[in-house]
């Protein structure tokens, strides 16, 4: 297909391809998407970044961060938690979709699809919050996949319950590509990083296999720099004993898995590990967690929002 340009533009080759998702567009010749697709978990169609993305890579030969022992000195008596607050709003051609006024100039324009049936992070309530319930008590992360796109839309503050709406932050990700953000911009996420890819699914714990991808969590202090993929940071602190937002974490390759129980803190017997915590343990080495924010208490990971839990 030829594609006509306008007054002094050029006229634009197009060729109908299929991409490593399996989706066909019209692109310009010779700029069609060769990322591969064929280990990445998706979600409503829609891989969760491509193979090579550094969601989905592995860690365990990278080489160990200078400040590692002073790090882990700081959280080694802290308990990893958890908080079931994200969820996943699914959006298509027809979900209206509403401009939003940010109050950071770190965030990406245009309009995002929000409908007042989408549900908000309810995190520290346990819970999650319609759109159309506002105003909100919590951080009002607002996470939708568009299905038709493969683009994923996360908001952070949403602060109006109708149109016209408005956030603190927004950005917007092509699943299909690896682009990351401007360096310096922060996203709906302190760190800059999307939110989804590395949050924990019930049936990701309680299925079948292996979790292939960066975990998020959150850590209460955390130093006032970044390294790559994160693009932001959060914090004043500057201490080697406080990571920086975007390091990932890992096992370390003498940690003997057998020894490790299901509440072995709370003085109870030590019962073997369930089927989920193997899962979850298993996940640590390989892909890794990732800090991408600041909690209150602790190190908090991300699950999904899920009665289920």
């Given at each position: 297909?030829?594609?006509?340009?306008?007054?002094?533009?050029?006229?634009?080759?197009?060729?109908?391809?299929?991409?490593?998702?399996?989706?066909?567009?019209?692109?310009?010749?010779?700029?069609?998407?060769n990322?591969?697709?064929?280990?990445?978990?998706?979600?409503?169609?829609?891989?969760?970044?491509?193979?090579?993305n550094?969601?989905?890579?592995?860690?365990?030969?990278?080489?160990?961060?200078?400040?590692?022992?002073?790090?882990?000195?700081?959280?080694?008596?802290t308990?990893?938690?958890?908080?079931p607050?994200?969820?996943?709003?699914?959006?298509?051609?027809?979900?209206?979709?509403?401009?939003?006024?940010?109050?950071?100039?770190?965030?990406?324009?245009?309009?995002?699809?929000?409908?007042?049936?989408m549900?908000?992070?309810?995190?520290?309530?346990?819970?999650?919050?319609?759109?159309?319930?506002?105003?909100?008590?919590?951080?009002?992360?607002?996470?939708?996949?568009?299905?038709?796109?493969?683009?994923?839309?996360e908001?952070?503050a949403?602060?109006?319950?109708?149109?016209?709406?408005?956030?603190?932050?927004?950005?917007?990700?092509?699943?299909t590509?690896?682009?990351?953000?401007?360096?310096?911009?922060?996203?709906?996420?302190?760190?800059?990083?999307?939110?989804?890819?590395?949050?924990?699914?019930?049936?990701?714990?309680?299925?079948?296999?292996?979790?292939?991808?960066?975990?998020?969590?959150?850590?209460?202090?955390?130093?006032n720099?970044?390294?790559?993929?994160?693009?932001?940071?959060?914090?004043?602190?500057?201490g080697?004993?406080?990571?920086?937002?975007?390091?990932?974490?890992?096992?370390?390759?003498?940690?003997?898995?057998?020894t490790?129980?299901?509440?072995?803190?709370?003085?109870?017997?030590?019962?073997?590990?369930?089927?989920?915590?193997?899962?979850?343990?298993?996940?640590?080495?390989?892909?890794?967690?990732?800090?991408?924010?600041?909690?209150?208490?602790g190190?908090?990971?991300?699950?999904?929002?899920?009665?289920?839990?």
């Amino acid at each position: 297909m030829i594609s006509l340009g306008g007054p002094g533009q050029s006229d634009v080759l197009k060729a109908c391809t299929r991409d490593g998702s399996g989706r066909y567009a019209w692109v310009a010749a010779g700029q069609q998407n060769n990322n591969t697709f064929a280990n990445t978990r998706t979600v409503a169609g829609c891989p969760m970044f491509p193979d090579n993305n550094v969601w989905n890579s592995r860690v365990d030969s990278l080489p160990v961060d200078p400040s590692s022992a002073a790090i882990i000195g700081t959280y080694t008596s802290t308990k990893l938690g958890t908080v079931p607050a994200f969820s996943l709003n699914l959006a298509d051609s027809t979900t209206l979709r509403s401009p939003i006024s940010f109050s950071s100039p770190e965030s990406d324009g245009g309009a995002y699809p929000v409908a007042p049936n989408m549900v908000l992070e309810g995190y520290a309530f346990h819970t999650s919050f319609p759109v159309s319930g506002g105003p909100y008590p919590t951080d009002a992360h607002l996470l939708v996949l568009q299905t038709d796109q493969c683009k994923l839309y996360e908001i952070f503050a949403l602060g109006s319950a109708s149109p016209p709406y408005s956030a603190g932050s927004g950005a917007i990700y092509d699943l299909t590509a690896n682009d990351l953000r401007a360096d310096g911009w922060t996203s709906a996420d302190a760190a800059g990083l999307p939110i989804w890819p590395g949050v924990l699914t019930y049936a990701e714990l309680y299925g079948e296999g292996e979790i292939q991808h960066m975990v998020r969590f959150t850590v209460n202090k955390t130093r006032n720099t970044y390294i790559w993929p994160a693009r932001h940071y959060a914090s004043h602190n500057n201490g080697a004993a406080f990571p920086p937002m975007g390091s990932r974490w890992r096992l370390k390759a003498s940690f003997d898995e057998t020894t490790c129980r299901e509440n072995e803190h709370s003085g109870e017997a030590f019962p073997p590990r369930s089927p989920p915590t193997r899962i979850l343990v298993g996940a640590i080495p390989i892909p890794s967690r990732a800090p991408t924010g600041v909690s209150m208490a602790g190190r908090i990971a991300s699950p999904a929002a899920t009665s289920m839990w």
